[in-house]
């Protein structure tokens, strides 16, 4: 009988160790669980701050920057300076709220980013309709906030600015990633391989139309690299944030090693 009984006990036991060791374990895989590499880039994302800032001017232009700093969140002197641009339904804050500004200047690069004419805070202007006055006022933008050589990223819509400021003014550029942006077809053979800009073309896979388009017109820059973005349609920097991110900073560093 006593036999009988210690064999229950130790039955209850064993249902019981067990019982806890599946409450247990999920929490215990947890805290070992390594931190996944998909959402690092480079050093760890500060707390970057974000300054806003306007240029008077005609159109006045509203810009946002972030300042490079090192790990221990200290302000450093940029490796590069960098400008962005944004597509048609975006504006500088769409830079601010991916984390892309944040995960440059965590990196060491500057990053400032306007709100193009008749976009988020800077009104429109009847200045800008010839490719002239568009090209002056990226100049305008560069110089007032002293950005001597810059890596110029211009998605979409804003091709309308940044393919006429490559094609006459490419000497003020470190760097261009166009973003399969318009207004590829207005230029030849003849101008792009004249172009010695080195240059990330961007698009995603399932953009076939613009992002195509311009990937066709784009790859005869002489000095270019590809990031194909898989699965992202058109904005592909929202579809594919963190491979867009990575793709960015090791050009960027490559950049930085080449000066």
């Known amino acids: 009988?006593?036999?009988?009984?210690?064999?229950?006990?130790?039955?209850?036991?064993m249902l019981l160790a067990t019982l806890l060791l599946y409450l247990l374990l999920p929490s215990i895989r947890q805290d070992n669980m390594e931190p996944s590499n998909e959402a690092r880039i480079g050093p760890p994302i500060l707390n970057v701050s974000v300054r806003t800032g306007q240029l008077?001017?005609?159109?006045?232009?509203?810009?946002?920057?972030?300042?490079?700093?090192?790990?221990?969140?200290?302000?450093?002197?940029?490796?590069?300076?960098?400008?962005?641009?944004?597509?048609?339904?975006?504006?500088?804050?769409?830079?601010?709220?991916?984390?892309?500004?944040?995960?440059?200047?965590?990196?060491?690069?500057?990053?400032?980013?306007?709100?193009?004419?008749?976009?988020?805070?800077?009104?429109?202007?009847?200045?800008?309709?010839?490719?002239?006055?568009?090209?002056?006022?990226?100049?305008?933008?560069?110089?007032?906030?002293?950005?001597?050589?810059?890596?110029?990223?211009?998605?979409?819509?804003?091709?309308?600015?940044?393919?006429?400021?490559?094609?006459?003014?490419?000497?003020?550029?470190?760097?261009?990633?166009?973003?399969?942006?318009?207004?590829?077809?207005?230029?030849?053979?003849?101008?792009?391989?004249?172009?010695q800009t080195p240059t990330l073309i961007v698009f995603g896979a399932l953009d076939t139309n613009l992002g195509a388009q311009s990937h066709k017109n784009l790859i005869q820059l002489p000095n270019h690299e590809v990031l194909k973005l898989e699965g992202a349609r058109h904005a592909c920097y929202m579809d594919k944030p963190h491979e867009f991110h990575r793709g960015l900073i090791k050009f960027l560093d490559k950049l930085k090693q080449d000066i």
């Open 1 to 13: 009988m006593n036999f009988l009984r210690n064999r229950l006990v130790m039955l209850g036991l």
């Open 56 to 195: 008077p001017g005609d159109p006045p232009l509203f810009f946002r920057e972030a300042l490079p700093v090192d790990r221990e969140g200290q302000q450093i002197l940029p490796k590069l300076q960098m400008v962005l641009l944004h597509g048609q339904a975006f504006t500088s804050k769409t830079w601010e709220e991916l984390g892309t500004m944040a995960v440059l200047a965590a990196n060491g690069y500057q990053a400032l980013a306007m709100d193009l004419p008749g976009y988020g805070k800077s009104p429109d202007s009847e200045a800008l309709k010839t490719e002239q006055n568009r090209v002056d006022l990226i100049s305008r933008f560069m110089e007032s906030l002293g950005v001597r050589a810059a890596v110029l990223l211009s998605p979409s819509m804003s091709g309308h600015y940044s393919i006429p400021f490559l094609m006459k003014n490419s000497a003020q550029l470190r760097g261009y990633i166009p973003i399969a942006p318009v207004g590829t077809r207005s230029y030849s053979a003849q101008h792009y391989k004249k172009i």
